[in-house]
């Protein structure tokens, strides 16, 4: 059974950094990413990619967190990361971990983020 256990959520004044964890069980998974509620947060909106890593150590952005947000993976430990500085009111959200096998693929509960002074 697959299970993704994100952590590491919380508030942070703007300009502040956190780190988010995915701990990954139960399949071999290929490609992990993060995403996040769409801009009005409500949990019926679209998740937005907020970045990937593929087993190879490819990764890919999406544009509103380019040099801000660094995504990482410890194999070992089957474990994801989002290293998140210079974080923003508009980052506010709730963070998804998903993960990909060659078959399916699955999303965690989800951390809240709240940037706020």
């Known amino acids: 059974q697959v299970q993704l256990v994100e952590s590491g959520g919380g508030m942070v004044q703007p300009g502040g950094s956190l780190t988010l964890s995915c701990a990954a069980s139960?399949?071999?998974?290929?490609?992990m990413g993060w995403y996040r509620q769409g801009q009005n947060n409500a949990r019926d909106s679209a998740r937005v990619?907020?970045?990937?890593?593929?087993?190879?150590?490819?990764?890919d952005y999406g544009g509103a967190v380019k040099g801000r947000f660094t995504i990482s993976r410890d194999k070992a430990k089957n474990t994801l990361y989002l290293r998140m500085n210079d974080l923003q009111p508009e980052d506010t959200s709730i963070y998804y971990c998903?993960?990909?096998?060659?078959?399916?693929?699955?999303w965690g509960q989800g951390t809240q983020v709240t940037v706020s002074s």
């Open positions: 998903r993960a990909w096998t060659r078959t399916d693929n699955y």
């Open positions: 990619q907020v970045a990937i890593i593929t087993d190879g150590d490819y990764t």
């Open positions: 139960g399949g071999n998974f290929s490609i």
